[in-house]
């Protein structure tokens, strides 16, 4: 074998060792969560996940603190002043004890705009350029159709971080979720504009608390969960859905034991590799 060869041969062996390398590492997330620490892992972490949770009823936003708090879990919460089982709305000041002992706790929180706004495109011709169009679920004009442009979805989002601020005396991080997690692009790109980044979640993050009881009971959403989520997946469930007649929320308590089991960490957005501040 020529010299040439040789040294092509090596280097070609070289690039693969480094790719599988770069493989396993990406697959443990072994980046995906730059600085934080998981104070609720007794082991050395092989991955990372990133829980979030919308306001939604707020029926089991009791018990899902107290599963957090038991676990040593950090959580994203993404806030709207949405109707409450109380009769009250989630970001009324009758909250503030609740979200008080959520910051202190060292959870982070983000915008789901203020009257749980819906978005969605203007149909071409009837909405200026720019501009899209917003129902509030809640609020003076809730159910109603109204034509929006940057300013007036920055001033909704903003809305979430100052009642915060009122409650607890911390700011939101400057992450958003759309209601329904969609919006049209122009919206997207409003909210980037007055510095909100939007947030998904992964496919497997889907947790299913929405989805009727009856055809999707818990033990086989928690099955799919523990089977599917991997390391980097960034989580969604609610803090109460009203339409769900068997609460999802006590699944949370297998759920974050058998990822831990996996190997798997708990951390905020803060340190997810698309949102670090």
């Not at 074998?1 to 280097?11: D, T, Y």
């Not at 910051?103 to 909405?127: I, N, P, Q, W």
Request: proline residues 5%; positive net charge.
């Amino acid at each position: 074998m020529r010299l040439a060869q040789a040294v092509g041969l090596i280097r070609t062996a070289g690039a693969r060792v480094v790719a599988a390398v770069a493989a396993v590492a990406a697959m443990h997330g072994a980046h995906a969560a730059q600085g934080a620490t998981d104070p609720g892992a007794t082991y050395a972490c092989k991955g990372w996940v990133y829980l979030t949770l919308d306001t939604g009823s707020m029926r089991d936003a009791p018990l899902i603190a107290d599963i957090l708090k038991r676990h040593q879990v950090r959580a994203t919460f993404f806030l709207a002043s949405e109707k409450t089982i109380h009769g009250d709305h989630s970001l009324d000041l009758s909250w503030a004890p609740y979200w008080r002992a959520r910051a202190a706790e060292g959870h982070r929180f983000g915008s789901h705009t203020f009257d749980h706004v819906y978005l969605r495109e203007g149909r071409a011709g009837h909405v200026p350029v720019g501009a899209f169009m917003a129902r509030p679920q809640f609020g003076e004009a809730a159910g109603k159709d109204q034509v929006w442009n940057a300013g007036e979805l920055c001033r909704e989002l903003r809305r979430v971080d100052q009642r915060f601020r009122e409650m607890t005396g911390q700011g939101l991080d400057p992450i958003w979720r759309a209601p329904g997690g969609k919006a049209p692009a122009v919206a997207m790109e409003a909210a980037a504009g007055c510095g909100f980044r939007h947030v998904h979640w992964a496919d497997a993050g889907f947790l299913g608390d929405e989805l009727p009881s009856d055809k999707f009971p818990n033990d086989r959403l928690l099955a799919q969960a523990l089977s599917r989520i991997r390391s980097g997946d960034i989580l969604m469930a609610h803090l109460g859905i009203w339409s769900r007649k068997d609460p999802f929320a006590p699944m949370l308590d297998p759920l974050i034991a058998g990822l831990r089991k996996k190997g798997l960490c708990f951390a905020t957005l803060d340190h997810h590799p698309d949102y670090r501040r």
